[in-house]
């Protein structure tokens, strides 16, 4: 217990969170892409190292950029908090039963019944959703942020 207090005990500029949690979606909560560019990579005969090492940087990069967007005080957690969580569930979905997610499956989520929903729960989902998609929600919400003089700070960095 101790560990995680000192965690939500230390003050984090609004900032870095936000690129925190585009690391974390980055990498962790798409490692379905990745293991889809391993596999069309694997097949290429001449791969460019730099373009390997720009792939995540690019991703990253790009989903920071949308993320400091929709990063605002009272909102942004709330916000982030919902979208790691239902990330986590398409990313384990993606990875382990090779959805696609697109309006297609949407439709089919909303008309679904119980029991053929009910067919995809297990322990080692349950067990994974918690460990990606619970516990970055938990630091997520729990995390003190820096307290920032809103006008010169927060809008002029939005701004620039």
């Known amino acids: 217990m101790k560990c995680s207090s000192s965690v939500f005990n230390k003050e984090m500029n609004y900032n870095i969170l936000v690129f925190c949690i585009a690391i974390y979606f980055g990498i962790v909560l798409n490692i379905p892409l990745w293991q889809t560019f391993y596999e ?35 909102i942004g957690r709330v916000l982030f908090s919902v979208l790691t969580f239902v990330s986590a569930i398409t990313a384990y979905a993606s990875y382990h039963y090779g959805i696609i997610f697109d309006y297609g499956m949407m439709e089919n989520i909303f008309e679904t019944n119980s029991g053929e929903a009910a067919s995809y729960f297990s322990l080692s989902g349950l067990i994974a959703i918690i460990l990606i998609g619970v516990v970055p929600c938990l630091f997520i919400i729990g995390v003190k942020i820096k307290k920032q003089s809103f006008i010169k700070t927060f809008v002029i960095y939005k701004l620039t």
């Open 40 to 74: 069309i990579l694997s097949k290429l005969e001449i791969v460019s190292v730099g373009f390997i090492i720009s792939l995540p940087i690019f991703l990253i990069a790009a989903l920071n950029i949308i993320f400091q967007l929709l990063a605002w005080p009272y």
